[in-house]
Nanobody, 127 residues
C-alpha cells in the first residue's frame, strides 16, 4: 500500500510559477515510476508528466512541454512538478500516481496503468 499526498497548489496569476510536491508513505517511491495528471471539473483526466524510477527518463503532455519540469529526489521520497509560465487553462486539480513496471513514451500517458493515486491539489491560474 502506498499513500500519496500532493502539496503546493494554490492561486497564481498567469505567467507565474508553482511547484507541486508528491510525497509518499508506506513504500519507497524509488520503486515506482511517477506520473502527474490533472483534471478540470466535468472533463477527462489529462496526462501532464511522468518520470521513470531512476529519474533518467521524463515524459510530458504536449500542452505543458517547455513549461513544466518533473523531477524526483529518491532520498527524500518525493517527486516535484515545477510549473512555469502558467496559463489559465492550466487550472485543474493535479494528482500524482504510481506506476509499476516499465514506463515509456507510449505508455506514460495512460492513466489506467497507474495504481496508487493521491487526493489531489488545486491549482488555479487567474488571467
Amino acid at each position: 500500500q502506498v499513500q500519496l499526498v500532493e502539496s503546493g497548489g494554490g492561486l497564481v496569476q498567469a505567467g507565474g510559477s508553482l511547484r507541486l510536491s508528491c510525497a509518499a508513505s508506506g513504500r519507497t517511491l524509488s520503486n515506482f515510476n511517477i506520473g502527474w495528471f490533472r483534471q478540470e471539473s466535468g472533463k477527462e483526466r489529462e496526462f501532464v508528466a511522468a518520470i521513470s524510477r531512476s529519474g533518467i527518463s521524463t515524459y510530458y503532455g504536449d500542452s505543458v512541454k517547455g513549461r513544466f519540469t518533473i523531477s524526483r529526489d529518491n532520498a527524500k521520497n518525493t517527486v516535484a512538478l515545477q510549473m512555469n509560465s502558467l496559463k489559465p487553462e492550466d487550472t485543474a486539480v493535479y494528482y500524482c500516481a504510481t506506476r509499476p513496471g516499465i514506463v515509456n513514451i507510449n505508455s506514460a500517458s495512460t492513466s489506467a496503468m497507474y495504481d496508487y493515486w493521491g487526493q489531489g491539489t488545486q491549482v488555479t491560474v487567474s488571467s
